[in-house]
Each structure stands twice: as structure tokens, then as C-alpha cells.
């Protein structure tokens, strides 16, 4: 099973559709995405009063993305330890 990141296309098709009244089902459908991403998504980036921005989820992913990969060299392996039988 192959997985992909929503997009951010997709983040903006899923604010036009919550904001106008579609379902979560409906949604998902839509992008040909299993309804418990959809439902991850926006339980993760709705504002207080419920509605979900395309805009901000799109700029954590890419912040997430970013600060993920560290540049060679900085990354140090933990020291073995000896192993009892």
C-alpha cells in the first residue's frame, strides 16, 4: 500500500467543501482518500470554531518536511553496548 501527503490542492478542496456543507464522507470521496485521513486532517487543524484553513496545515507539513531531514554529518549513531546472552 502506497502512501501520499494530502497536497495542498487537496487541503484547499476540503476547506470548499467543509465550508460549504459536504460531509466528511463526501470529502473523502471526492479525493479518493480513505475517510479516516480526511477526518485525521481536520480533526488536527480545525480553529476554534470549527473550520478548517487550508493555509496553516500546509505550512506545518512543510515546516515538518524541513526540520526532518538534518543536514549529513549531524546525526550520531548511539554507542553499542554489550549485550548479555
Known amino acids: 500500500m ?5 497536497t495542498a490542492e487537496e487541503r484547499e478542496t476540503i476547506a470548499q467543501m ?11 470521496s471526492e ?12 480533526r488536527r487543524n480545525v480553529d476554534a470554531t470549527g473550520k478548517y484553513s487550508a493555509i496553516k496545515p500546509d505550512r506545518k507539513a512543510k515546516r515538518r518536511r524541513q526540520t526532518s531531514k538534518l543536514p549529513c554529518g549531524t546525526c550520531t549513531l548511539p554507542t553499542s553496548r554489550s549485550s548479555s546472552p
Open 2 to 6: 502506497s502512501y501520499t501527503h494530502l
Open 18 to 28: 467543509q465550508a460549504l456543507g459536504h460531509s466528511q464522507a463526501d470529502i473523502a
Open 31 to 42: 479525493l479518493n482518500r480513505d475517510p479516516s485521513t480526511l477526518s485525521r486532517e481536520l
